[in-house]
């Protein structure tokens, strides 16, 4: 009692002697142990004091207060030793109570202030340099001084305070004290009874307890006498508790049924049928236990909540495993029949039921030790957070009721049926839905089926059962499906035109979808950065070096899984992705960071608050995928192309593109004609070079790896200053094909030229590129090696006027329709190009519409080899001449054919007159006529042999030529024929190809 009286003095300051006696008595009942209330209260021993005490400590030293901590542990430390020595601090505190009174101190902490820590500063002082001791008095000291002289004198034997002698200035005034007491007394009478040893005690014990009461002073003590009112409230409170077995309802259950009465509605349907137990061994309703029915209402929300109550219990065995069901002795309702309340139960049950699986998912999932889905344990916090706006809402509930119960809330209509609204109105079937979701994915994960019909026996069925069971699917497969999952099933109930349940789906969802957006996001601002890719992330490493030239498309790549490894709100913008990660990995790779400098918008936002401001915008929750993927696009697509742009700059500015992008075409693509003109006269021996034994023409080598180098760098270095179009070093030709002798034009094919371009631009410039490249520069030079032989023969006009026709046609249509346009339409797509992927990808459908339009794939295959045909007759033809004239030169002139022509037979003179028969038409084959269709026609073998070597001994010069133009009539119709069935095609490659086939329509005029 002393102890709350002086608490209540210290913290309230309370003067009113009654509202002082009311909390004297609150504080009685409440904190005193003796008390009945607090008897049973929660404690703690001095252990966990001690660990509630050394969290203070490391909580001050991690804020760097260690002064705070130093003085909270030697005064503990202090503490423990007076402990130790069993010594009560104090008469009122005694040992056995100090956790007890700990634990209050540690309850009434506040968080330290300036004036804590200027204290602890002092202690500890005062601690390091302690103040001197006082020297004991020994009885040597005291024999040696006068009879009664020092203080310790004082109040011995009663004696007076100015009877000692060497006494304090304090002791001179007592005699003044003393006399107006003693002139005090004897007016009152009552001198007497102020004795000297009365007045020294009295003195005595002021001089004790006057220091530690200084802020008392002032007030009047007062002697607040014992009571015992707080044990009728006790009383009152037990009468209330309807969970006890003695309690009774205020009802009288013998009492007939009332129609005006709705508590005798129960109880005379139980006394009509006799009892609705069939086991029920009770007699009659006075027997049963009832309650009222806002105590049910209340034990209903205690089991929404997971929490043991009298009406629902969690049943692990029997037909309903693992779920709630009413308990066998059920508090009765008395205005209710027992199948009427269980039919009210039952849907409490199924709630209850739901709720409670959720959260031994989610307590699986959360399992020490265990490594579960960034994707579940995220969908486990969605749940969690769901679970709590429930019980939130269920003790709300609650708290309503004790309001409105204590007469200071509103008045409120409290039932089961009500309960029941309300709880359908609030929340509907979303945890229900929430729940199959979660089914669903587990299943998924396990390889188990999705769609498998419920069973009677569910036991491995169970949500937090399959979340156990090891995952048999990829990661990114099931963080996929889940949020796929999600947002289909809020999809689903948004077309059903629910309200309540979609909120909650997509709440969840955008709660299990942040750390695949934290995974989009950290892949956009830094690539990989040194750390593994996450395996839920849909970027798969294949683990490909920088300088591979196939990193950039096979480096980082979408995971394949077999199954949809990316949800469907991103499929969108994955390639966007793929690509701002990629070139943001490229850019730190070179040193550099992405350009921020035009960065604009506001910063990097998280999902949840994306789908809430596209919620807002749109008026209504976001349930559609294609406004999810508009605006998740829109989000990602300003960081996305920053990358992008960032790196496409380097590539224009620090890495020269364009220069090398047009050394690349000036080199295969013989854009500089008068270079690349010289070297194919060099290569076909028409130049003057000394190396004239390396010539083709001579049948010599001019494969020779040196030879090719050589008379190209010749030709190149030959430019000075800025007129040197290439860099020599970066290109090299070598011959891999088989050195054979034979004249045929195919023989160019094994030439290779390799065009080093330097690092990253060999991601555009790649392998395949090359040999594309290569393919066109081989093409173009055999036309040119057709042209050339064709041009240095100036006699017998028909054959070779038909030949040079085809070739100019050919090279005109190449180089006008195809190339140059091409190019030209190459360039202006590049330099508007803003990724490296779209400059790959124009770049790549370039070489593709070239090559094509020069038949030089594969579904053009056989009209590729008919048009070489062709040009193979302009050697063979070459050939023949010579193996006729008997010149090797082909510069022949009219007199020189005439002197040759002298010493032939009259035979031969006579076939000789009929090669002027070669302006006109030669006669073919009735098929040769036909224009149809050339599509998956073979192409017409010619009549000669190009490999092999040319000798008229057998068969005539002039039978050979017309066996020539026969040969060339139908390759030329088979070539027209393709070429048209080419035209017909729809797009841009249908024209070019229409140009062509015209052109040939002039092979029959």
């Known amino acids: 009692m002393p102890s709350c009286q002086a608490l209540v003095s210290q913290i309230a300051g309370i003067t009113d002697e009654e509202e002082y006696k009311a909390r004297v008595d609150y504080v009685v009942k409440h904190v005193d142990p003796s008390s009945a209330i607090t008897r049973a209260g929660p404690s703690m021993n001095l ?13 001050a030293k991690i804020n760097l207060r260690d002064e705070w901590a130093e003085a909270l542990a030697k005064s503990y430390d202090r503490l423990k030793q007076r402990v130790e020595k069993n010594i009560d601090l104090d008469d009122t505190m005694r040992m056995d109570r100090l956790p007890d009174h700990l634990q209050l101190l540690l309850l009434l902490a506040n968080p330290a202030t300036s004036e804590t820590l200027s204290y602890a500063s002092n202690l500890l002082e005062r601690l390091r340099n302690p103040d001197a001791q006082p020297r004991g008095l020994t009885w040597a000291e005291i024999l040696a001084e006068e009879p009664f002289e020092g203080e310790h004198w004082k109040g011995v034997y009663g004696l007076p305070k100015n009877a000692v002698i060497g006494g304090s200035e304090e002791d001179d005034s007592w005699d003044s004290d003393s006399s107006a007491w003693s002139s005090l007394a004897k007016e009152s009478g009552e001198e007497d009874e102020l004795s000297i040893s009365s007045l020294a005690d009295e003195e005595d014990r002021e001089q004790r307890g006057g220091k530690k009461d200084a802020d008392l002073d002032g007030k009047m003590e007062v002697a607040i006498p014992l009571r015992y009112d707080h044990r009728d409230k006790i009383e009152e409170l037990h009468a209330r508790q309807y969970w006890r077995a003695e309690w009774r309802p205020d009802i009288d259950l013998n009492r007939g049924f009332d129609i005006g009465d709705a508590s005798t509605l129960g109880l005379t349907v139980y006394r009509v049928l006799g009892g609705e137990k069939p086991s029920s061994q009770i007699a009659g309703p006075s027997t049963e236990k009832y309650i009222y029915e806002h105590d049910a209402v209340r034990e209903i929300l205690m089991a929404l909540q997971g929490r043991q109550n009298l009406l629902l219990s969690w049943t692990h065995q029997g037909g309903n495993t693992f779920s709630f069901t009413p308990v066998a002795n059920i508090p009765r309702l008395a205005h209710l029949s027992l199948m009427a309340q269980l039919s009210l139960l039952s849907s409490f049950a199924r709630t209850a039921t739901t ?24 969908f486990a916090e969605a749940l969690e957070s769901e679970i709590r706006v429930f019980e939130a809402w269920c003790a709300a509930r609650e708290e309503d009721m004790v309001r409105a119960q204590s007469g200071i809330g509103e008045e409120i209509v409290v039932s089961l049926l009500s309960l029941e609204k309300r709880l359908r109105d609030e929340f509907g079937k979303t945890y229900e839905v929430l729940l199959d979701v979660s089914r669903t994915a587990m299943r998924r994960a396990t390889s188990r089926s999705a769609t498998a019909a419920r069973t009677e026996v569910e036991d491995e069925d169970e949500v937090w059962f399959l979340s156990e069971l090891p995952h048999k699917q990829p990661r990114v497969v099931v963080a996929a499906f889940l949020l796929d999952n999600l947002f289909d099933a809020a999809s689903t109930y948004t077309g059903m035109g629910d309200t309540l349940v979609p909120q909650s789906l997509l709440r969840a969802f955008a709660r299990t979808a942040e750390p695949m957006w934290g995974m989009v996001r950290r892949w956009i601002e830094g690539g990989r950065s040194g750390e593994p890719l996450e395996e839920e992330f849909f970027v798969d490493d294949n683990e490909l070096r920088l300088g591979d030239p196939d990193f950039w498309s096979e480096g980082y790549t979408l995971r394949d899984e077999g199954r ?17 990660g990629k070139s943001v990995e490229l850019l730190r790779a070179m040193g550099l960071d992405v350009d921020s400098s035009t960065e604009g918008g506001s910063g990097w936002r998280r999902f949840e608050m994306l789908l809430a401001s596209e919620a807002e ?11 999810l993927s508009q605006a998740v696009y829109d989000e990602l697509f300003a960081p996305c192309r920053l990358a992008q742009r960032s790196l496409t700059r380097v590539l224009f500015d620090e890495c020269e593109l364009m220069r090398h992008l047009h050394s690349v075409e000036d080199l295969y693509l013989m854009m500089r004609g008068d270079d690349m003109t010289h070297f194919s006269n060099v290569l076909f021996g028409k130049a003057s070079c000394p190396l004239l034994e390396y010539q083709m023409d001579t049948g010599q080598q001019w494969t020779d790896f040196h030879f090719l180098n050589t008379s190209f760098s010749d030709i190149i270095n030959a430019r000075a200053g800025k007129a040197r179009w290439i860099d020599t070093a970066l290109v090299r030709l ?19 030229m390799e065009y080093a371009v330097p690092f990253p631009l060999t991601y555009i410039f790649g392998p395949q590129a090359i040999r594309s490249y290569n393919s066109l520069f081989v093409f173009l030079l055999q036309l040119r090696r057709a042209k050339s032989v064709l041009d240095s023969i100036l006699v017998f006009y028909a054959i070779r006027s038909k030949l040079s026709w085809f070739v100019n046609t050919m090279l005109n249509f190449v180089a006008t329709y195809v190339l140059h346009i091409q190019v030209q339409q190459l360039h202006g797509s590049v330099q508007k190009a803003e990724s490296l992927d779209e400059i790959i990808r124009l770049h790549e459908d370039h070489l593709e519409k070239v090559c094509g339009r020069c038949l030089l794939r594969d579904k053009t295959a056989a009209l590729h080899r008919a048009v070489l045909s062709a040009l193979d007759m302009s050697l063979y033809f070459s050939d023949c001449f010579v193996a006729f004239a008997g ?12 002197m040759t022509r002298r010493h032939r037979s009259r035979q031969q003179r006579r076939l000789r007159r009929n090669v002027i028969g070669f302006s006109h038409p030669l006669s073919v084959d009735d098929d040769s006529d036909s224009d149809s269709d050339g599509e998956g026609e073979m192409a017409p073998e010619p009549s000669f042999s190009a490999t ?12 050979r030529l017309d066996k020539m133009s026969s040969d060339l009539d139908g390759l030329v119709r088979f070539i027209r024929r393709g070429v048209e069935s080419l035209a017909a ?19 029959d005029r």
């Open 985 to 1003: 095609g729809v797009g841009d490659s249908g024209q070019v190809f229409g140009v062509l086939a015209f052109s040939l329509e002039d092979w």
């Open 47 to 59: 252990q966990t004091a001690e660990k509630h005490v050394h969290g203070h400590i490391r909580k």
């Open 887 to 898: 010149d090797s030169t082909h510069d022949i002139s009219r007199a020189s054919l005439i």
């Open 948 to 959: 092999a070597s040319v000798s008229l001994a057998e068969e005539g010069f002039f039978e």
């Open 355 to 378: 709720v409670h699986h959720l959260r031994k998912f989610i307590s699986t999932i959360f399992m020490p030790g265990r490594t579960s889905l960034r994707a579940l344990e995220a």
């Open 734 to 752: 070598a011959y891999r094909g088989t050195r054979a002798k034979n004249r045929t034009i195919r023989i160019l094919e094994g030439l290779q």
């Open 617 to 627: 915008q749109a008026g209504a929750g976001v349930a559609s995928v294609e406004i």
């Open 564 to 580: 949809r490894s990316v949800p469907v709100f991103l499929q969108r913008v994955q390639d966007l992705v793929l690509s701002a």
